[in-house]
């Protein structure tokens, strides 16, 4: 029998495993946990990270599927690079594929090989150094390198022009685009009962929480109170007078599957909305955004009666040192796992698919991310971690 570590805390069970999450999962009873969510090993070999050498095996989530209720969701991480290969052992596992929900962020650091420079190392050339570039933004000549505020030629790094006629032809050429999102599948294990409402008051599970995780609370109203002016402008007799009724809604926007980390940079890639759900115009297009969108001179849509970015989804920043290291302090290095989700994220994540009162599955526990927040969300969790120094982290983390 494997052992584990039970905790009751702030009126939940904690059950965690330091063990391979496959020898555990077999030992579950079936239809035993409500929800899975996880941040499991990516395939990338992240750092040169053993644990991240593949995506988990579909024995793995057929364990996983068989301990989950019926009807129960999961929320599964993946990385842009190897989303294929999570999703297709995930639904040869029997998991239905529901939807994936992206989570965008603009802190990520490119790795992108410069081709140019790649080229002048290959053929021996040394490089001029045309200017400096602050690390922290900015630019200064090549004679001049000297930071005024730092007083240090280290908190620079060197512009350099091409020396070969082959690494100009390839200047500005990389490998790679920078890092700016994640996916988390959203799949469900296959329904026992013949409809949803049966399987819901039977097993607890079949169902995702909108309401509980609706975005913002502030008052939304839909107005149709200039649409009669307008449809006769129009000629439109195709909507009805009922159109032009108030409409009032106060319990936040619908959840989506998109959830961002608010940060600047994320944000000015999402047109200006106006007023009625139509997107502000600059010359005849949405202002400008990620995906600008072309918009007829007077044509009109119909949506809620506000204005701003249209990145009014549910938002969370990466983890803060703070949320990474929360609960650690007598640890001798803190946390110091690589890949560590904001608590945020992952309490709007468990909150989303787990039933009140319910337990939270994470196979692939990392630094405990989802343990914390399923805690805090007053769920149950069972947690498993193969490396006992993240282990400690994770029990450090959860029990604060």
Same mark, same amino acid.
């Given at each position: 029998?494997?052992?584990?570590?039970?905790?009751? &805390? #702030?009126?939940?069970?904690?059950?965690?495993? =330091?063990?391979?999450?496959?020898n555990?999962?077999?030992?579950?009873?079936? =239809?035993?946990?409500?929800?899975?969510?996880?941040?499991?090993? @990516?395939?990338?070999?992240?750092?040169?990270?053993?644990?991240?050498?593949?995506?988990?095996?579909?024995?793995?989530?057929?364990?996983?599927?068989?301990?989950?209720?019926?009807?129960?969701?999961?929320?599964?991480?993946?990385?842009?690079?190897?989303?294929?290969?999570?999703?297709?052992?995930?639904? /040869?596992?029997?998991?239905?594929?529901?939807?994936?929900?992206?989570?965008?962020?603009?802190?990520?650091?490119?790795?992108?090989?410069?081709?140019s420079?790649?080229?002048?190392?290959?053929?021996?050339?040394?490089?001029?150094?045309?200017?400096?570039?602050?690390?922290?933004?900015?630019?200064?000549?090549?004679?001049?390198?000297?930071?005024?505020?730092?007083?240090?030629?280290?908190?620079?790094?060197?512009?350099?022009?091409?020396?070969?006629?082959?690494?100009?032809?390839?200047?500005?050429?990389?490998?790679?685009?920078?890092p700016?999102?994640? &996916? &988390?599948?959203?799949?469900?294990?296959?329904?026992?009962?013949?409809?949803?409402?049966?399987?819901?008051?039977?097993?607890?599970?079949?169902?995702?929480n909108?309401?509980?995780?609706?975005?913002?609370?502030?008052?939304?109203?839909?107005?149709?109170?200039?649409?009669?002016?307008?449809?006769?402008?129009?000629?439109?007799?195709?909507?009805?007078?009922s159109?032009?009724?108030?409409?009032?809604?106060?319990?936040?926007?619908?959840?989506?599957?998109?959830?961002?980390?608010?940060?600047?940079?994320?944000?000015?890639? $999402?047109?200006?909305?106006?007023k009625?759900?139509t997107?502000?115009?600059?010359?005849?297009?949405?202002?400008?955004?990620? $995906?600008?969108?072309?918009?007829?001179?007077?044509?009109?849509?119909?949506?809620? =009666? /506000?204005?701003?970015s249209?990145?009014?989804?549910?938002?969370?920043?990466?983890?803060?040192?703070?949320?990474?290291?929360?609960?650690?302090?007598?640890?001798?290095?803190? =946390? #110091?796992?690589?890949?560590?989700?904001?608590?945020?994220?992952?309490?709007?994540?468990?909150?989303?698919?787990?039933?009140?009162?319910?337990?939270?599955? /994470?196979? @692939?526990?990392g630094?405990?991310?989802?343990?914390?927040?399923?805690?805090?969300?007053?769920?149950?969790?069972?947690?498993?971690?193969?490396d006992?120094?993240?282990?400690?982290?994770?029990?450090?983390?959860?029990?604060?």
């Amino acid at each position: 029998m494997i052992k584990s570590e039970d905790i009751e &805390f #702030n009126n939940v069970c904690v059950k965690v495993f =330091n063990e391979d999450c496959l020898n555990v999962l077999r030992e579950m009873p079936s =239809n035993s946990v409500d929800s899975i969510v996880s941040d499991p090993p @990516y395939g990338i070999s992240f750092m040169a990270k053993k644990w991240d050498y593949d995506v988990p095996s579909v024995e793995v989530w057929k364990e996983a599927m068989r301990v989950l209720k019926p009807g129960g969701h999961a929320l599964i991480a993946c990385g842009t690079r190897t989303q294929h290969r999570m999703v297709v052992n995930i639904e /040869d596992a029997g998991f239905e594929i529901r939807d994936v929900v992206s989570w965008i962020y603009g802190s990520g650091f490119p790795k992108s090989l410069n081709i140019s420079k790649a080229i002048d190392k290959a053929a021996g050339a040394e490089r001029e150094v045309v200017e400096w570039k602050k690390s922290g933004g900015g630019r200064t000549t090549a004679a001049n390198p000297m930071d005024r505020n730092a007083g240090k030629t280290n908190s620079h790094d060197p512009v350099t022009a091409p020396a070969t006629k082959a690494a100009q032809q390839w200047d500005g050429w990389g490998t790679a685009l920078k890092p700016a999102c994640e &996916f &988390f599948t959203l799949c469900r294990k296959p329904l026992s009962e013949k409809t949803v409402a049966e399987n819901v008051l039977k097993w607890g599970t079949g169902g995702i929480n909108i309401d509980g995780c609706r975005v913002g609370t502030e008052t939304i109203t839909q107005t149709r109170t200039k649409m009669k002016t307008w449809r006769e402008s129009e000629g439109r007799t195709d909507i009805p007078d009922s159109a032009d009724n108030s409409q009032t809604q106060t319990q936040g926007r619908f959840p989506a599957n998109l959830i961002h980390s608010g940060e600047q940079e994320v944000l000015e890639l $999402f047109p200006e909305t106006g007023k009625s759900g139509t997107a502000v115009r600059r010359n005849g297009n949405a202002s400008k955004g990620l $995906f600008p969108v072309a918009i007829k001179e007077g044509s009109r849509d119909v949506g809620f =009666n /506000d204005s701003g970015s249209a990145a009014r989804f549910f938002y969370t920043p990466k983890a803060s040192k703070k949320d990474r290291n929360e609960g650690c302090d007598e640890l001798e290095k803190g =946390n #110091n796992h690589a890949t560590v989700k904001p608590t945020a994220l992952m309490s709007y994540l468990c909150r989303l698919i787990t039933p009140t009162g319910g337990v939270v599955l /994470d196979p @692939y526990m990392g630094s405990g991310s989802t343990g914390k927040a399923a805690v805090r969300e007053g769920f149950s969790f069972v947690g498993i971690e193969l490396d006992p120094d993240y282990y400690e982290i994770c029990k450090a983390r959860i029990i604060i």
